[in-house]
């Protein structure tokens, strides 16, 4: 019973590192992710600030905004399947959650039925203590 009881403490504490590793790794991701949207908003500031100021041809300025459009769709993909990324590992992040709370109830159980059975067996000990002393009472008021 011992065994089990560290054998679920050390599941339990690896499961925990697990999630405290995916939980970092989430906030360096979402860290990252603001410094991109922060540069991105910058370079398109910049490349938009850059077409008002210069006087391009029509044809030029068409050319310039498909391929802006196509960097902020490119962005804006990105950005989703980093989303999606990120609720990947929320999901993972919330079913080792569960996990933990099912390790722990299921090592209180186990306490809680291992307390009960020590109980039970310290008071067939003492039972039995009791009926020896008793015995060995007779058998030397017998001799």
Do not use: G, P, W
Request: glycine fraction near 0%; aromatic fraction near 2%.
């Amino acid at each position: 019973v011992a065994m089990e009881t560290m054998s679920l403490e050390h599941q339990i504490q690896s499961v925990q590192r697990h999630i405290a590793f995916l939980k970092k790794e989430q906030m360096e991701l979402l860290h990252d992710l603001h410094l991109e949207i922060l540069r991105l908003q910058k370079h398109c500031s910049e490349l938009t600030h850059d077409l008002e100021i210069k006087e391009l041809e029509a044809r030029q300025q068409d050319v310039l905004d498909r391929e802006l459009e196509e960097k902020c769709r490119a962005m804006e993909a990105q950005l989703q399947e980093k989303e999606k990324d990120n609720l990947e590992l929320r999901k993972e992040l919330q079913h080792k959650e569960t996990l933990v709370a099912a390790l722990r109830s299921s090592l209180r159980n186990k306490e809680r039925r291992f307390l009960e059975e020590l109980k039970r067996r310290s008071h067939r000990v003492t039972i039995l203590d009791t009926e020896l002393q008793k015995q060995t009472e007779a058998a030397a008021y017998l001799s």
